[in-house]
T-cell receptor
Framework: DAGVIQSPRHEVTEMGQEVTLRCKPISGHDYLFWYRQTMMRGLELLIYFNNNVPIDDSGMPEDRFSAKMPNASFSTLKIQPSEPRDSAVYFC????????????FGEGSRLTVL | GENVEQHPSTLSVQEGDSAVIKCTYSDSASNYFPWYKQELGKRPQLIIDIRSNVGEKKDQRIAVTLNKTAKHFSLHITETQPEDSAVYFCAASSLGGGGNKLTFGTGTQLKVEL
């Protein structure tokens, strides 16, 4: 398996623009998580899905952030409008029910908002 | 919700020495405690985990101990090597019973000096 695949790897955009980050989980994994990593706040859970259904979005910072999972092999995290404080590395991770509990992370998407 | 505190934030050791990183958690329902290693510019990867039904687990040079009563757990790395230099994150979760969120500590930057 290719692992969790994220795109883009790097994104530089200007304040006010819409940003869409994409994630393909490992085939057969029924949990998908979006994390944000910054120096100040570490790894923060934004939202997670189980069987494509959002279970907990309490970590989503504000209404500018939204996430979808239209099918088992694809998820998006959208920021509209983006702000400089959204600059961070966004990780997608997946795991399988009944497994050891290990989260498999993607390579991350580094977002810079100017 | 769960709160995980991690200390120290930075740790510098000489090659061959031992390193210890400590974490505390707040939710007594948490039963799964993994440790992730993140090399510079890379994704976090699981190195060892422990469940609440055991007090200690070892894997070659790394070990984790858990004290459920005190709600703390620790990572021990012996005979440190330069390739151990990375950021280490502890985490806590209550697998099963509806709990699937992995809450991370703020990370420890370990530097192994020659």
């Amino acid at each position: 398996d290719a692992g969790v695949i994220q795109s883009p790897r790097h994104e530089v955009t200007e304040m006010g623009q819409e940003v869409t980050l994409r994630c393909k989980p490992i085939s057969g994994h029924d949990y998908l998580f979006w994390y944000r990593q910054t120096m100040m706040r570490g790894l923060e859970l934004l939202i997670y899905f189980n069987n494509n259904v959002p279970i907990d979005d309490s970590g989503m910072p504000e209404d500018r952030f939204s996430a979808k999972m239209p099918n088992a092999s694809f998820s998006t995290l959208k920021i509209q409008p983006s702000e400089p404080r959204d600059s961070a590395v966004y990780f997608c991770a997946s795991r399988k029910t009944g497994s050891t509990g290990e989260l498999f992370f993607g390579e991350g998407s580094r977002l810079t908002v100017l | 919700g769960e709160n995980v505190e991690q200390h120290p934030s930075t740790l510098s050791v000489q090659e061959g020495d031992s390193a210890v990183i400590k974490c505390t958690y707040s939710d007594s329902a948490s039963n799964y405690f993994p440790w992730y290693k993140q090399e510079l510019g890379k994704r976090p990867q699981l190195i060892i985990d422990i469940r609440s039904n055991v007090g200690e687990k070892k894997d070659q040079r790394i070990a984790v101990t858990l004290n459920k009563t005190a709600k703390h757990f620790s990572l021990h790395i012996t005979e440190t090597q330069p390739e151990d230099s990375a950021v280490y994150f502890c985490a806590a979760s209550s697998l099963g019973g509806g709990g699937n969120k992995l809450t991370f500590g703020t990370g420890t930057q370990l530097k192994v000096e020659l």
